[in-house]
């Protein structure tokens, strides 16, 4: 009986060894899985570009998959991918930062450009805002590359700061554009600069600085299409812009340059025999997020994947020395594609309805109240306006009775909300006293503005629950060299490492 317990304790003792030791080889293989997928022994890439869809995760590039595949007019559902979404390589990145699970732009893009965590706000500082961090941009150039920062906001905006800059506070936009101007980086485009005279607009104008440092400052378009690689360094500012970021693609005029155009142009003026960097960034998809606006949001991350076409076509002619990677920094919204009301279905038909961003219909909001006073207001004399913009449609109106239309017509209950939305744009901002309800209604926007967004979203089968970002994880695709790194599931700071490990970053 003795020796039977002894037996089973040492065959116990054992299996509680052999337990231990699988465990420890299961955590040493693991910890060697993750450290191998961000190994890489080949050979470096010449060219490396990195795009970034600010706000953009799975629900904005799905929605404009699947307006495009409606689009198309076949009778069969489809869903037109965006070429990015079919690049050989796809993964998925968590986007907290330091201290939220909702993350925003500045702490994300350190993570892509660093590898670092850090806190909201923080550009390329650590959480003491003491130590700074070195972005990838900066060793690349080291390394004899040319850089280019391209991005449809402002340049001095958090995600293009975080690739040229160091700064407690991305609020700090004066100090960011002098950094931008001691960069020594060969191309910056797209939007302009907050802050042109500083915080107290009190400063040196920020492009007389620029333009002392030796930089070509630009921003019309024959002279930004008559760029080339011996340009120089170079600022090329759009010649069209919303304050002081380019306009919405869904507002933007045919003969208007796009970031895709900016993109093209960047290539040429960046190209040369030792390489170069690009990041692009398509920041008004984030702007539309923040706004609930569904058709501004579809029609800039089209024009993101057209822009991404430029370094396709690039990449087509150098696949053995080119790398593309396309990811978001975070979303914003909390778009879902789903609404209550519609079900099971989607009409992203009536998306087509749409004539302008959110954004431009705050000017036509603004004109009316300019002319009009409170106790005159009347939803019926913006009908027509309402019509234009949105494809939404009074009772009243004789296009009401025609077939193709009905769904587009306003219900009782919808103009109930107008109308009450109406009376709360009608006050001056500081006079909106919101409900709790209200707050959740409107956020900090133009109240018919954005109630009207709402319910063209809905009627097309979409929603959102914020009118800030949100802590989905974003996805990542990647084509060329290297790119088997970016599969798989991991944290936003590992895109910096496989990146760093491929281009050989120190």
């Known amino acids: 009986m003795f020796n039977l317990k002894r ?17 420890f080889m299961g955590d040493s293989m693991a910890t060697s ?31 404009a998959e699947m307006y495009l595949g409606q689009k198309n007019g076949t009778k069969a559902l489809t869903s037109e991918y965006l070429s990015f979404s079919k690049f050989p390589a796809a993964g998925t990145a968590l986007t907290y930062d330091a201290e939220s699970f909702i993350p925003d732009s500045a702490s994300t893009a350190t993570a892509l450009a660093t590898g670092e965590k850090t806190l909201g706000g923080v550009i390329n500082m650590d959480v003491t805002k003491q130590i700074e961090f070195t972005p990838i941009s900066k060793k690349l150039k080291e390394q ?4 280019g920062i391209v991005s449809s906001v402002p340049i001095t905006h958090a995600t293009p700061a975080c690739f040229y800059s160091n700064v407690p506070s991305r609020r700090m936009a004066y100090e960011i554009g002098l950094q931008l101007a001691d960069s020594d980086f060969d191309f910056y485009a797209g939007g302009s600069f907050d802050q042109p005279t500083g915080a107290d607009k009190d400063k040196v ?57 900016f993109v093209k142009k960047g290539i040429e003026v960046l190209d040369n025999k030792d390489g170069f960097f690009m990041m692009v960034e398509s920041g008004k998809i984030d702007w539309a997020g923040h706004a609930n606006d569904a ?4 029609h800039d991350t089209i024009q993101f994947s057209k822009a991404i076409d430029e370094a396709v076509e690039f990449y087509n002619k150098h696949p053995k020395d080119t790398l593309i990677i396309v990811t978001g920094d975070h979303e914003c919204g909390g778009m879902s594609i789903g609404f209550a009301g519609t079900g099971y279905e989607t ?20 004109e009316y109240k300019e002319n009009t006073s409170k106790d005159k207001a009347k939803l019926s004399d913006l009908y027509d306006e309402i019509k234009n913009a949105y494809g939404l449609i009074a009772p009243t109106d004789e296009d009401a ?22 009376k709360q744009s009608m006050r001056d ?55 088997e790194l970016f599969n798989g599931y991991y944290d936003n700071t590992d895109i910096y490492e496989k990146l760093a490990a491929i281009t050989k970053v120190k």
């Open 429 to 483: 901002s500081e006079d909106r006293i919101y409900t709790d309800q209200e707050k959740v209604m409107y956020g900090y926007y133009e109240p018919l503005s954005i109630t009207l967004t709402h319910i063209l979203n809905n009627k097309a089968g979409i929603d959102y629950t914020s009118f800030s970002h949100t802590g989905l994880p974003v996805p990542v695709y990647a084509i060329g060299v290297g790119h």
């Open 144 to 147: 004899g590359k040319k850089i």
């Open 295 to 298: 058709a501004a949001s579809i």
């Open 205 to 261: 104008h920020i492009l007389d600085v620029v333009k002392s440092k030796g930089y070509n400052v630009i921003n019309t378009k024959e002279e930004i299409l008559e760029l080339n690689s011996e340009s120089g360094k170079t600022v090329a500012i759009s010649p069209v812009l919303d304050g002081n970021a380019m306009t919405y693609e869904i507002d933007r005029k045919a003969d208007e340059l796009a970031l895709s155009d």
């Open 7 to 23: 037996r089973l304790g040492l065959i116990v003792s054992i299996a509680l060894v052999f337990a231990l030791c699988v465990g």
């Open 401 to 422: 009775k025609k077939e193709e239309n009905k769904s587009m017509v306003l219900t009782q209950y919808e103009i109930n909300r107008l109308e009450e939305a109406l």
């Open 33 to 63: 899985s993750n450290h191998a997928n961000n190994t890489y022994r080949g050979k470096a890439p010449k060219y490396v570009f990195l795009f970034i869809g600010d706000g953009m995760s799975f629900p904005q590039i799905t929605s």
């Open 347 to 366: 009409f992203f038909n009536k998306i087509d309805r749409v004539t302008m961003s959110q954004s431009k219909f705050n000017g036509i909001v603004k």
